[in-house]
């Protein structure tokens, strides 16, 4: 069965102590994964697409990475308004419901930076 | 450049009462989608379009009906509310099927 899991379920952290945050799956056909930021009462925002194993992407201080079972969100001396919960979501090369390929949403980790 | 809204913020409906929710997008999109989140659930596609005239279900439809008469507006009705769907909605919009999707902010619903 397709799936993603997330771990740690919440991380907190200090400022400057970095950290990693890890997306797991498993999906038959893997199409790309994405990494998406989520604050309090509001929607995700995208923030990285990987598609194949050995790729990383970097945003300030942030940098994504993929294996064929995982992916890694590297966070480097966090900062205070790094705080929002991280979702990952797979999308399969297989069609779901309707004619969309499937995207399967982990449940995300939150994570607390504290000055 | 709004990118995507959601009206109403919040919501409190009785069971059985029915009500519409919002989303516009300003980004001349084709794709837009809904999805309800849940704790412990996560994210899960309730309907979507592929441009004006064009819907199709997602993984939970039940209980709600889309509309998409332009390319801006993608209304999601609600037709008898029940309990069960108490969430907060996202619409979600993108410029094709499968690229990067854009966010509103989301309304909270409670149903009583």
């Known amino acids: 069965e397709d799936q993603v899991t997330q771990s740690p379920e919440a991380l907190r952290l200090q400022e400057g102590e970095s950290s990693s945050l890890n997306c797991s799956y498993t999906?038959?056909?893997?199409?790309?994964l994405f990494w998406y930021r989520q604050d309090p009462g509001k929607g995700p925002e995208f923030l990285f697409t990987l598609y194949s194993a050995g790729e990383e992407k970097e945003k300030e201080r942030l940098k994504a990475t993929l294996t064929k079972k995982e992916s890694f969100l590297h966070i480097t001396a966090p900062k205070p308004e790094d705080s929002a919960t991280y979702l990952c979501a797979v999308q399969s090369v297989f069609f779901g419901a309707g004619n969309n390929r499937k995207l399967i949403w982990g449940l995300g980790t939150s994570l607390a930076v504290n000055p | 450049n709004a990118g995507v809204t959601q009206t109403p913020k919040f919501q409190v409906l009785k069971t059985g009462q029915s009500m519409t929710l919002q989303c516009a997008q300003d980004?001349?999109?084709?794709?837009m989608s809904w999805y309800r989140q849940d704790p412990g659930m996560g994210l899960r596609l309730i309907h979507y379009?592929?441009?004006?005239?064009?819907?199709d279900q997602g993984e939970v439809p039940n209980g709600y009906n889309v509309s998409r008469s332009t390319t801006e507006d993608f209304p999601l009705r609600l037709l008898s509310a029940a309990p069960s769907q108490t969430s907060v909605y996202f619409c979600?919009?993108?410029?094709?099927?499968?690229?990067?999707?854009?966010f509103g902010p989301g309304t909270r619903l409670l149903v009583l």
């Open positions: 979600a919009s993108s410029r094709e099927r499968e690229e990067t999707q854009y």
């Open positions: 379009s592929v441009g004006a005239g064009i819907t």
């Open positions: 999906v038959s056909g893997l199409r790309g």
């Open positions: 980004m001349n999109h084709e794709y």
